[in-house]
């Protein structure tokens, strides 16, 4: 499965409030569910991966204090993540890598630890909302290992959508519950939350190929009359498709980005 070019971010970078309209047409929930699905993984990724190059590129003892990492569209093709130490406010950048491709492409240490800019500053600040709201909301991930964080800048200035994913930390499953949105505006103020499962929900991880044919993980689904952007941030994630039963028994077939109906289940 291919990774997805920025252009496509990009050019699906609504305001974050269409995520979280609920008189949405099914057509426009797909599509919505398409393009976050698929910012998700991509953000996911960059933050992965360049991760590892801080790793190996900062001495451990200058990691000291870190507090965390932005991630920003840099052009069309590229992701920046840049990382910090302190708090949201008073944070101070100290290494950037560029992503491209799902892979580092450039990254340096800064000879002089630099302010965040403004709009670093309501992302990270953004992370740290989400933290406070999981706790107060109950959230938690289904694994032992603490939730990974999605922010999601706002194209024009509006709210931030960050995703709280429970990590997987099996090779032989993948947990599909325990995952989350929580939505905030500019100003910190909380737009809204909600759970994308009612219960944790850890499925064998489908065979590449099965009796010649294309194996996938298959779910029921009963919050929402369509797949969502966690169906198709888990197929980029398991390389293969993601097969969803919807409440009214509607059949899905979720390959990356793309969702169509497919066969209603016998």
Same mark, same amino acid.
């Given at each position: 499965?291919?990774?997805?070019?920025?252009?496509?971010?990009?050019?699906?970078?609504?305001?974050?409030?269409?995520?979280?309209?609920?008189?949405?047409?099914?057509?426009?929930?797909?599509?919505?569910?398409?393009?976050?699905?698929?910012?998700?993984?991509?953000?996911?990724?960059?933050?992965? #991966?360049?991760?590892?190059? /801080?790793?190996?590129? @900062?001495?451990? *003892?200058?990691?000291?204090?870190? =507090?965390? &990492?932005? +991630?920003?569209?840099?052009?069309?093709?590229?992701?920046?993540?840049?990382?910090?130490?302190?708090?949201?406010?008073?944070?101070?950048?100290?290494?950037?890598?560029?992503?491209?491709?799902?892979?580092?492409?450039?990254?340096?240490?800064?000879?002089?630890?630099?302010?965040?800019?403004?709009?670093?500053?309501?992302?990270?600040?953004?992370?740290?909302?989400?933290?406070?709201?999981?706790?107060?909301?109950?959230?938690?991930?289904?694994?032992?290992?603490?939730?990974?964080?999605?922010?999601?800048?706002?194209?024009?200035?509006?709210? #931030?959508?960050?995703?709280? /994913?429970?990590?997987? @930390?099996?090779? *032989?499953?993948?947990?599909?519950? =325990?995952? &989350?949105? +929580?939505?905030?505006?500019?100003?910190?103020?909380?737009?809204?939350?909600?759970?994308?499962?009612?219960?944790?929900?850890?499925?064998?991880?489908?065979?590449?190929?099965?009796?010649?044919?294309?194996?996938?993980?298959?779910?029921?689904?009963?919050?929402?009359?369509?797949?969502?952007?966690?169906?198709?941030?888990?197929?980029?994630?398991?390389?293969?498709?993601?097969?969803?039963?919807?409440?009214?028994?509607?059949?899905?077939?979720?390959?990356?980005?793309?969702?169509?109906?497919?066969?209603?289940?016998?």
């Amino acid at each position: 499965m291919q990774m997805i070019g920025m252009a496509a971010i990009l050019a699906v970078a609504s305001p974050a409030t269409a995520v979280i309209q609920d008189e949405r047409s099914d057509q426009q929930r797909i599509a919505d569910a398409s393009a976050y699905g698929a910012m998700i993984y991509a953000f996911d990724r960059a933050a992965w #991966v360049s991760t590892d190059s /801080l790793l190996e590129d @900062v001495p451990r *003892d200058q990691l000291t204090g870190a =507090g965390g &990492y932005v +991630i920003e569209p840099l052009d069309r093709d590229t992701l920046r993540a840049t990382y910090f130490k302190g708090q949201a406010t008073t944070a101070r950048a100290f290494f950037v890598a560029d992503v491209r491709g799902g892979k580092v492409v450039r990254h340096q240490i800064l000879a002089k630890p630099e302010p965040l800019t403004p709009a670093q500053m309501i992302l990270a600040r953004a992370r740290e909302i989400a933290s406070t709201t999981a706790e107060t909301q109950g959230y938690r991930p289904c694994t032992p290992a603490p939730f990974n964080s999605v922010v999601i800048p706002s194209a024009d200035g509006g709210p #931030v959508t960050v995703y709280l /994913l429970t990590p997987q @930390v099996t090779n *032989d499953s993948y947990m599909m519950g =325990g995952n &989350y949105r +929580i939505v905030i505006a500019p100003d910190g103020k909380i737009v809204s939350t909600r759970a994308f499962s009612l219960s944790c929900l850890n499925l064998p991880k489908p065979d590449v190929k099965k009796d010649g044919k294309e194996a996938g993980l298959f779910i029921t689904h009963l919050m929402d009359p369509v797949p969502t952007e966690i169906h198709v941030f888990a197929s980029y994630s398991l390389a293969s498709p993601v097969f969803v039963l919807t409440k009214d028994k509607s059949f899905w077939i979720v390959q990356g980005n793309r969702i169509s109906p497919g066969p209603r289940p016998k």
